[in-house]
C-alpha cells in the first residue's frame, strides 16, 4: 500500500498571502488529521477530518481551515499568511480513529516557509 | 495539551539496548500509550502502542507499569539509524475523537 502522500512538499510565500496543502491518506483511511511542527511549539493537533467532517479542532486561529473529500482527501488552508505559520505541516492517516486503538501514520510534510 | 513527561535526551551504545522512559500520571482507563520516533523532521513513524499489557512487535518493546502510570520502550539493539527523536504519546480513544497530544519528546542519540 502507498503510505501517506503530502504536496508541495516545499513552498515559499510572503507575508499575507494564503496557502493550500494537500494530502493524500492511504488506500481506505478515513480520518485525516493536521499537525503543526515548529521548533517552539512542537508538534500541535490542527484539526481532523472523518468523513468530510471537522471532527475535532486543535487551538488555532479561524486563518486556519481545513476540508476532506468525498475520497478521503484532504486539504487544508492558511489565510493572511504570518511569519510564525512558518513550520513543518504534517499530514496523518488513519482507518477510522475512533473507538480502540487506530495507530496514525504520518506523511513526510510540507515545509512552508513564510518571507 | 502534553499529558506526558520524558526526559529531553539520552545516549546510547550502539548494540546496546536503549531504554526510553515515559511518565503518564494522569492517564485515564480509555487512553492507550504510543509511541513514534521522527528522524531529521520527516514525518513521525509509528512504533508500537499499548493499552494495559506490554507489548512486543519487530521494532520494540513496551513495558506499561501496573497502575499505567509510566511505561518503557525499549530498542533492544540500538543502532546509529536509531538516533531520532522519540515521542510518547496518550491518544483518547473515545469514539469521534481522534487526538494524539504530543510532548517534547527524548532525544535519542545513538554513538558508535
Known amino acids: 500500500k502507498a503510505g501517506v502522500t503530502q504536496t508541495p512538499r516545499y513552498l515559499i510565500k510572503t507575508r499575507g498571502q494564503q496557502v493550500t496543502l494537500s494530502c493524500s491518506p492511504i488506500s481506505g483511511h478515513r480520518s485525516v488529521s493536521w499537525y503543526q511542527q515548529t521548533p517552539g511549539q512542537g508538534l500541535q493537533f490542527l484539526f481532523e477530518y472523518f468523513s468530510e467532517t471537522q471532527r475535532n479542532k486543535g487551538n488555532f486561529p479561524g486563518r486556519f481551515s481545513g476540508r476532506q473529500f468525498s475520497n478521503s482527501r484532504s486539504e487544508m488552508n492558511v489565510s493572511t499568511l504570518e511569519l510564525g505559520d512558518s513550520a513543518l505541516y504534517l499530514c496523518?492517516?488513519?482507518?477510522?480513529?475512533?473507538?480502540?486503538?487506530?495507530?496514525?501514520?504520518f506523511g513526510p510534510g510540507t515545509r512552508l516557509t513564510v518571507l | 495539551d502534553a499529558k506526558t513527561t520524558q526526559p529531553p535526551s539520552m545516549d546510547c551504545a550502539e548494540g546496546r539496548a536503549a531504554n526510553l522512559p515515559c511518565n503518564h500520571s494522569?492517564?485515564?482507563?480509555?487512553?492507550?500509550v504510543y509511541w513514534y520516533r521522527q528522524i531529521h523532521s520527516q514525518g513521525p513513524q509509528y512504533i508500537i502502542h499499548?493499552?494495559?499489557n506490554n507489548e512486543t512487535n519487530e521494532m520494540a518493546s513496551l513495558i506499561i507499569t501496573e497502575d499505567r502510570k509510566s511505561s518503557t520502550l525499549i530498542l533492544p539493539h540500538a543502532t546509529l539509524r536509531d538516533t531520532a527523536v522519540y515521542y510518547c504519546?496518550?491518544?483518547?480513544?473515545?469514539?469521534?475523537?481522534?487526538?494524539?497530544?504530543f510532548g517534547s519528546g527524548t532525544k535519542l542519540n545513538v554513538k558508535p
Open positions: 496523518a492517516s488513519s482507518l477510522n480513529g475512533g473507538q480502540g486503538a487506530n495507530e496514525q501514520f
Open positions: 494522569t492517564i485515564s482507563g480509555n487512553e492507550y
Open positions: 499499548g493499552l494495559k
Open positions: 504519546i496518550v491518544r483518547v480513544a473515545l469514539y469521534n475523537f481522534n487526538k494524539f497530544y
